[in-house]
């Protein structure tokens, strides 16, 4: 779908100076901003090569198979039929409310219909640091790729892609015609309301399904259906629930357990699932498990496979257990020796710790950067802290450890909002290309840039980043 440019011609300050003016607002700007966004505007969507789009278009269905073989082997575990340790480890430090939902027969082949990784940009092409399957930035990037095709600049997905497979998505968890969706933001996930009412409107102007924005307490149980009660008073019934918060809060959030019955009883088709083992970071390190080689392959096919393990980055899990004198830690080595004990990492040397520390999920410190430490960033001091936190928390929080990757350097133009010139930042860059499960194949709906300047180990969005859609070109990277 295209949209006409209703400001052709403009040089690229005048673009930047057209997104930064025209871009609906969708995050709150901190007091004392200079502009009307709180990052860097560039005057163009990010450039991709062709072959990094078209790897990276490829990539979700790698992904979906993923989801699929992990939720299996979790399964698999909890009855008996594939190592215990899978189950215990994705469902370590969960309540047992929130175990038993993962295992019930209603959802128990449910998988997320909403994927999105992080990307870093190497020298070699991309290493996915993550998963989320309740990703913010939907809006947020549709809202940027239509604001740029407003002036004449065409973004991955095309001015609509976010909406239009948002739309084809809650389509196929209803298997039906125009359904109407009742996307449910928690007070916690409160800084994603504005982007997702865009998104719901969007949605709407598309006209193929409805999409109604409300808070948990605004849903209406019937024996018969799920309801939402609107501004106006009238109640629309629900074909789906989009859940827009996080399991750890699950406790906080009215009518959850309304909302849980009314998905169980098949009154309404909630998505994600509620299965936190498929949000545990941790699942990286049980994809990497020697032990576990040949069940992943066999469950992924050998293709997809090879192509997960040369973008996943090695991960361990952080285990204060003891293990035996004479085993070690597969693969991780401290200053060239094999780890059999977690202090021996502590007195590596910053050029020595090329990790990131980071909790697996199922907590607040899970999600939005907020819990990840580079470990190359920290003194002696906070790096021993902080292994020693990781250890600590084992039995509540559990940690992991990640291989860290450098990302490649770029050169991105962007508006300097003090010179109203363009400059241009040296910077790296993570990707977030945002997959909508159809049927059994995903669909790339948009993706969305941040490049943060190339001094920081850490990429997310800040003051001092640049954040686009992105585009197809030649000179891409």
């Known amino acids: 779908m295209s949209c006409t440019s209703v400001a052709p011609g403009l040089d690229a300050v005048g673009k ?60 698999r575990s909890a009855r008996g039929t594939a190592p215990a340790f899978i189950a215990e480890e994705l469902d370590r430090g969960k309540p047992e409310q929130i175990v038993k939902l993962a295992r019930q027969n209603r959802f128990k082949q449910e998988v997320p219909r909403v994927i999105r990784p992080d990307l870093i940009l190497t020298d070699d092409g991309y290493v996915a640091s993550e ?33 239009q497979r948002f739309a084809e998505m809650i389509a196929s968890v209803a298997g039906a015609e125009h359904p109407t969706v009742g996307i449910v933001v928690s007070q916690e996930s409160n800084d994603y309301r504005n982007e997702l009412i865009w998104l719901a409107d969007r949605v709407n102007a598309l006209g193929t399904a409805e999409a109604i924005v409300c808070w948990p ?16 008073g009238r109640e629309a019934k629900l074909d789906v629930l989009y859940r827009n918060f996080e399991l750890f809060d699950l406790l906080n959030v009215p009518k959850q357990e309304l909302m849980l019955y009314a998905a169980r009883h098949n009154r309404v088709k909630m998505s994600p699932p509620p299965k936190a083992h498929m949000e545990e970071k941790s699942s990286f390190a049980l994809f990497h498990h020697p032990g576990l080689r040949a069940l992943w392959r066999a469950e992924l096919g050998e293709h997809v496979d090879e192509r997960l393990l040369g973008i996943f980055p090695r ?23 094999p780890v059999h004990d977690w202090s021996q990492l502590e007195d590596l040397g910053k050029s020595e710790r090329d990790y990131v520390l980071k909790p697996s999920g199922f907590s607040e410190l899970a999600w939005g950067s907020r819990g990840v430490k580079v470990a190359n960033d920290l003194t002696k001091d906070a790096w021993r802290d902080a292994i020693q936190e990781a250890l600590g928390s084992f039995d509540r929080t559990p940690y992991i450890l990640q291989r860290f990757h450098k990302g490649r350097r770029v050169r991105v133009p962007f508006l300097s909002n003090s010179t109203g010139e363009i400059k241009e930042m040296d910077g790296r860059v993570r990707l977030c290309p945002y997959y909508f499960v159809v049927g059994d194949e995903t669909r790339l709906g948009g993706i969305l840039a941040t490049v943060a300047p190339a001094d920081k180990r850490l990429i997310h969005g800040m003051s001092d980043a640049i954040m686009a859609s992105c585009r197809i070109a030649d000179d891409g990277f």
């Not at 399957?133 to 997905?157: H, Q």
């Not at 024996?223 to 009660?229: G, K, N, Y």
């Not at 899990?317 to 003891?322: G, N, S």
């Open 16 to 75: 930047a100076r057209y997104v930064t003016d025209h871009l609906p607002s969708l995050w709150r700007v901190p007091d004392g901003a200079e502009a009307g966004v709180a990052w860097r505007v560039t005057p163009e969507p990010f450039p991709l090569a062709p072959k990094t789009a078209a790897a990276i278009e490829t990539l979700g269905n790698d992904l979906l198979a993923f989801y699929r073989a992990l939720n299996s082997l979790y399964l």
């Open 131 to 163: 998963l989320d399957s309740v990703p913010g930035g939907m809006g947020f990037t549709g809202a940027l790729a239509r604001t740029y095709c407003e002036i004449g600049s065409d973004s991955v997905g095309g001015p609509d892609g976010m909406a």
């Open 217 to 232: 307490q605004d849903v209406v149980f019937t024996e018969e259906a799920l309801f939402v009660r609107q501004e106006d």
């Open 315 to 337: 991960t361990w899990i952080v285990d204060p257990r003891p293990i035996p004198p004479q085993a070690a830690v597969v693969d991780l080595t401290a200053a060239g020796i």
